[in-house]
Every structure is written in C-alpha cells, then in structure tokens.
C-alpha cells in the first residue's frame, strides 16, 4: 500500500471519526489498543462453558476495515488479545477419472455424430463425460444412454448444451452430466445431423461438487438504458459495503431456453475499468425438468461494478433482475464463560496476526460452536492516530517547505544583489 494511500485513507478516517462521533456514544478501548478506530460487542448465549464461539463478520464491516480484514482483533474484557480463526466455506470440485476404452466413433447424418465407449471398472461409478473437439466457437446439444451389455440402452441424459465461444474469451462448458450409475457401456450423441461434429477424444469421470456458502448483499443494481448494440448492461455502486463479491446472479423471466456469456468490470473511480469475471448462463429443458445456472462466480472487491449480458443478435433478456452475492466470513474463537468480547478493527496500519490456533482447530469444533452475535458499532473515543507526524500534519509541512522555498529565494537574491554592488564598486 503505497504512502498517498495510507495518508488518504487516514485523513478519511479522521473524518469518519468526527462523523461518528456526532452519531453514535463513543467509548474507549484499553490503551493497548488505541490505534483501533472501532468496535463491537459480541453477545454470546449465558451459561456456557468454555468451548469454541462462532461470529460472522457482517458486511458493513468492510467498510471500515482494511479490505482484506488483516486489521480485525478479538479482546477480552481486560484488554487481552484473543486468538481466533477466519473461516469460509467456498465449497470444492472434484473430478476423479475412470478408464474408458472408446470403441467407436460414427456420423448418422441427418441425425447425429455418436461415441461408444467401455468403462473398464464396472465396480466404479460415474456421471459425467468430458468431451474434447478442436472447434473453437460452437453450441451443440448432446444426449447420453448407458448400458450393460451394449445392446439395451437407456437415456441417462436426454438433452444437454456443450459450448465454446473462443472469440469472446470464453472456454464455456463441455462437460456433461448425467444420473449417476455403473453402467459397463456409454453412448454420446451430438444431436445436429447438417455435419459431424469433431471429436478428438472423451473422458469419463466422477464429478464431486460441495456447493459454496453464499448470502446476498443489499445494493442496487441498476440497469442501463443505453448500453452497446448486442449487450445488456447493470451498475452497481458498492461504496456502502465496500465487501468482496462472490457471485452475481440472474433472475430471469424469459426466454424458456437461453445461454449467453456474461462480463464483469470492476472500478474505483467509476472511469477506469479492469476485468473481473467472465462466465456463461444458461437454461434448458431435459425431458420434463428444466435445467438452469444463472449465476456466474469469481471475486470482486471494487466500489463500482459493471455487468454486461452478451447478446449477440438475439433479443435482450426478459424480466431480469441482478443480484450480488457475498461468502460470509466466520470467526472462531476460544470462548471463556467468565469473560465478555469485542471484535475491534480500524487500523489501517495492522497486518494479519499470527496464531497457533488456526493450526489446531479442527473442522469439526465449528459444527458445535456456540453461535455469538455482533453489536452495533461503536467508536474508540480514546483512538490515537498510528500516522506518523508528516501525515497527520500535511498543511504544516507544505508551509514549511513553502516558507523555507521563501527564504531560499530572498536569500539568493539578497546574494545577487550584493554581488551587483561589489561589481560595481
């Protein structure tokens, strides 16, 4: 973080701080921890023993603190920092491979281009195929039947999308998923018989997937009346929450079926752009259920964002409404029943702390911990600025240094007029 930064970010806070003040009843921290600008009660349930506590930073939060939260601390009621660990569930993927001899490689035209495969381990299950192809900017609808013996088939996945579009930055999806089974035998069809549709190669998986924990974020998204030809466009101004962005997603109306690539910009000051997140949704319908993703995922931390549906020359989406989400942040702690507990933050100079705990907590201690609540905010009345004199004292340096230019420049004048009379006496 870079000197102007610092003294910025201080010169606001000291402006926040007289703002606060006038708002909300200021109280002290221990003097340890003067350099915190503001914190908050933990409310945590009565007679509990000592075990682990659970909190969960709220969004506003961010606002105050350092963006990556390296400056939150927990204290108990005699000013003793107390070791926690910060915690997010974002989920996983997993894609473990089963070996599949690919037996034929065909073209029905009028109808379809088809794979026959054999999975080796009829003992392993799966339920996804992986398809490979050189085409760069493609959309082909698939199906999948399985089978036992290779003569009676059934439909494991009636009508599926694999997509590319290359040109536009998007890999897209060429996995396809069907009901999970054992079946010894796999058959893939790319449902467009006008051509055969480039194969190069198939892998058969077991696809694991551990849904992340998401909540959603109170801003406004608010779409744009005149954005480019092809492409929809939302805004949205973070300067409220100022918390990371996880997900954006999509409610839309119509049409039944769509898949449309989506873009994500990120701005501090609202003119310059950078490229957050890239992404693809979709909706389709297979057999009676309709299948759907409608959200994209990545991470954001920027006040203003900029979301683009690309349309291309179909017609813009129907009855759509964006939504942010946010991974909530938990913090586990080591909880004493005789002792209460602030989570204090606001020092723009703190780095992350260190702490042993984080090495012996165990996964499973967060399923029993006590659940605790935060308090409204409250600002350190007894808040020391941590900036070094030059930064907090800018107008009197710059005077300084006004006035030293002054006297430098008399100085050299008063010079050169003295030597002018030597000259001419």
């Avoid at 945590?44 to 939260?69: C, H, K, M």
């Avoid at 034929?104 to 996804?128: I, K, W, Y």
């Avoid at 996995?175 to 796999?186: D, G, I, T």
């Avoid at 705990?357 to 006590?370: G, H, I, N, Y």
Wanted: net charge neutral; proline share 6%; aromatic share 8%.
């Amino acid at each position: 973080m870079s000197r102007s930064h610092v003294s910025k970010r201080g010169t606001v806070r000291v402006a926040a701080l007289l703002f606060a003040i006038s708002l909300v009843s200021a109280a002290p921290l221990p003097v340890a921890w003067d350099q915190w600008l503001y914190w908050r009660a933990i409310d945590l349930p009565a007679g509990t023993g000592p075990q682990i506590a659970r909190i969960t930073i709220v969004p506003e939060i961010f606002r105050r603190a350092n963006r990556d939260l390296s400056d939150v601390r927990m204290i108990d009621d005699q000013g003793r920092e107390t070791p926690y660990v910060m915690f997010t569930r974002e989920g996983s993927k997993r894609s473990d491979p089963r070996l599949a001899i690919l037996h034929e490689r065909s073209f029905a035209p009028g109808r379809f281009t088809q794979v026959v495969l054999e999975v080796s381990d009829r003992s392993q299950f799966h339920n996804s195929i992986e398809v490979h192809t050189p085409e760069t900017d493609f959309i082909e609808w698939v199906s999948v039947e399985a089978s036992d013996d290779g003569h009676i088939w059934r439909i494991v996945q009636p009508r599926a999308p694999i997509f590319r579009f290359q040109k536009d930055g998007h890999q897209g999806n060429q996995l396809v998923r069907y009901s999970e089974n054992n079946a010894h035998f796999l058959r893939l069809r790319v449902l467009d018989g006008s051509k055969q549709f480039p194969i190069a190669g198939v892998n058969v998986l077991y696809h694991v997937q551990e849904e992340p924990e998401r909540t959603s974020l109170n801003v406004d998204v608010n779409p744009i009346s005149q954005s480019k030809p092809g492409r929809s466009t939302w805004m949205a101004d973070l300067s409220e929450l100022q918390a990371p962005v996880s997900n954006v997603r999509f409610d839309v109306a119509g049409p039944p079926e769509l898949i449309r690539c989506v873009r994500v910009q990120g701005s501090e000051d609202n003119k310059q752009w950078y490229p957050t997140m890239l992404g693809e949704i979709y909706r389709y319908h297979s057999g009676d259920a309709s299948v759907e993703s409608l959200e994209i995922s990545g991470s954001i931390q920027s006040r203003y964002l900029q979301i683009e549906v690309l349309n291309g020359n179909d017609a813009p989406l129907s009855g759509v409404r964006v939504s942010l989400l946010t991974t909530p942040r938990h913090v586990f702690f080591e909880h004493q029943p005789e002792r209460s507990y602030r989570l204090i933050y606001g020092d723009s100079r703190a780095s992350f702390p260190q702490y042993d705990l984080p090495r012996r907590f165990d996964t499973k201690q967060s399923e029993k911990a006590v659940i605790g609540k935060l308090g409204p905010e409250e600002v350190n009345s007894a808040w020391s600025d941590p900036r070094p004199w030059t930064e907090k004292h800018q107008v009197v340096l710059w005077l300084a240094v006004g006035l030293a230019v002054v006297l430098l420049g008399f100085s050299a004048i008063s010079s050169l007029r003295r030597s002018a009379q030597n000259s001419e006496g």
